[in-house]
C-alpha cells in the first residue's frame, strides 16, 4: 500500500493509479478513502470502466444500492460503446 501512496505523490492525475488505491481501500474496507480515489479517477477519466464498476462495488458493500446502479450502469455503457466501435 505504502508504494501506491509514495506513487499518488509523483502522479496524482493518473486515473489507472486512483482506481488501484480505490480498489485497495474498498479491500481494506476503509470505503471514505475507496470513494475518494474512485471519483478521482473518474473526474481524471469519466470512461474508466474499472473506476465505474470498483465504485459500484464499493457501494454494493455500503448499502447504497441506487448509487451502485448507476455506476454499474454507466460501466456497461462504456462496455457496449466499446464493442460498438469495434
Known sequence: MRSFQRAE???PDDANLQTILGSSYRNLKQ???A???HRRAIELDPRNRGAH???GEAYLMT???PAAEKHLAARSRRSACSN???
Open 9 to 11: 505523490l509523483r502522479h
Open 31 to 33: 470505503y471514505d478513502l
Open 35 to 37: 470513494f475518494k480515489h
Open 53 to 55: 464498476e470498483y465504485i
Open 63 to 65: 448499502g447504497d444500492l
Open 84 to 86: 460498438a466501435r469495434s
